[in-house]
Structure formats: structure tokens, C-alpha cells
């Protein structure tokens, strides 16, 4: 089954406390993006990459880092989170960038306190 | 720069009305256009797409779409709202130049009534 696969889905932590997230697609998809989901705002990209080491900003990257070592998986690292990084996480995939549709990840909610 | 508007964030509809959701965009050049809808604590999932071609687009569970260009619209209509309709849409812009940005709408939240 094609599936984009987000971990964990839920992480409370601390201001300063590095962390990881995860993202892993079985698709062989080139293109993988990282988006933000705040109420009233939509989704606002992060980060993308169109292929093996090929990666590069979106609308709100402060704060955030990305590395595509391997074709499958895209993690999103918080280097020293925040409050304002308190949000609703979804990593997509897409074959190329024309061939949409993007495989929505199941999302990672995550509460920085 | 490119941005999407999405007019109202709130519509109702009863049960067998027409859904009507505005999208509009601001871009240089006309981009590739899409609407998602989200169920509750889901993903997105894509409902259609314009990338080139035709400018009425169809997309799944009934719902299409217009593209027009002189207007720099992007509606999505759905002819017969049904119960299961109920979620929040996204409309979306891409770049067709180099890179991989896409800019969403903030949502709109459809409500059906029985």
C-alpha cells in the first residue's frame, strides 16, 4: 500500500529539548515536502526536496532543519524548539512536481511547552 | 509572489444543495492549481488538479472545478451536497517554474445540514 508514514503522531516536550521527526515514503517519490498546519493559516511549506540531497527552503524555515540522505525518507529536525513551533506536522510526497497528487502523511502533532 | 485566497472560512449547505467553495489567486503566470480535503485528524487528500488543458477539471466524489484565467479563479463546486461532504478544503497554487513551493488557502470549513 503506498503510504507516506509520520512518527510519532503526538510528542509533548520542552523548549530546548532537541527532536526528530520522522518521514518515510514507499513510493520512490522524488519531491517530499514538510508543511505547518495552523488554525486560519492553512498549510504553510517549511521545506522541500527534489531529490537525494537536493533541499531547500520554504515560506517559514527558521527554526527548522531537513536532510534527504536516502530517496525514501525526509526528517524534520527541531534543533532547539519553541512555543511558536507548537503545531499540526504533515510530510507529502509527490513523483514529480507536475504530478501532483501529494501523499499526505498522517500528521504529528506537536506541543512545545 | 504568489498567494491563494479562499473566501470564507465558514460555508453551510443542506443536504442536496449546491456546494460552492471561491478560491481565488494572485501569481504572475498562470500556476498549477489544486483542491485538497481534510477529514478530522487526517491528511490531506487531493480532490483535483489544473496543470494544463482543459479549464473545467473533475475531480473525485463529484466535486470540479474551473479554471479562469481572466478572473484568476479557481472555484470548486459539487452539485448535490451530501452528509459525508463535510470537512475542510484546501485550495492550493504551485510554481510551474523550477522548485517545489506551494501555497495553500487558509481552508474553508464546509458544514452540511440534514
Known amino acids: 500500500e503506498a503510504q507516506v508514514t509520520q512518527n510519532p503522531r503526538y510528542l509533548i516536550t520542552v523548549t530546548g529539548k532537541k527532536l526528530t521527526v520522522t518521514c518515510s515514503q514507499n513510493m520512490n517519490h522524488e519531491y517530499m515536502s514538510w508543511y505547518r498546519q495552523d488554525p486560519g493559516l492553512g498549510l504553510r511549506q517549511i521545506y522541500y526536496s527534489m531529490n537525494v540531497e537536493v533541499t531547500d527552503k520554504g515560506d517559514v524555515p527558521e527554526g527548522y532543519k531537513v536532510s534527504r540522505k536516502e530517496k525514501r525518507n525526509f526528517p524534520l529536525i527541531l534543533e532547539s524548539p519553541s512555543p511558536n513551533q507548537t503545531s499540526l506536522y504533515f510530510c507529502a510526497s509527490s513523483l514529480t512536481r507536475e504530478r501532483q497528487p501529494q501523499h499526505f502523511g498522517d500528521g504529528t502533532r506537536l506541543s512545545i511547552l | 509572489a504568489q498567494s491563494v485566497t479562499q473566501l470564507g472560512s465558514h460555508v453551510s449547505v443542506s443536504e442536496g444543495a449546491l456546494v460552492l467553495l471561491r478560491c481565488n489567486y494572485s501569481s504572475s503566470v498562470p500556476p498549477y492549481l489544486f483542491w485538497y480535503v481534510q477529514y478530522p485528524n487526517q491528511g490531506l487528500q487531493l480532490l483535483l488538479k489544473?496543470?494544463?488543458?482543459?479549464?473545467l477539471v473533475k475531480g473525485i466524489n463529484g466535486f470540479e472545478a474551473e479554471f479562469k484565467k481572466s478572473e484568476t479563479s479557481f472555484h470548486l463546486t459539487k452539485p448535490s451536497a451530501h452528509m459525508s461532504d463535510a470537512a475542510e478544503y484546501f485550495c492550493a497554487v504551485s510554481d510551474r517554474g523550477g522548485g517545489f513551493k506551494t501555497i495553500f488557502g487558509a481552508g474553508t470549513r464546509l458544514f452540511v445540514k440534514a
Open positions: 489544473y496543470t494544463t488543458g482543459a479549464t
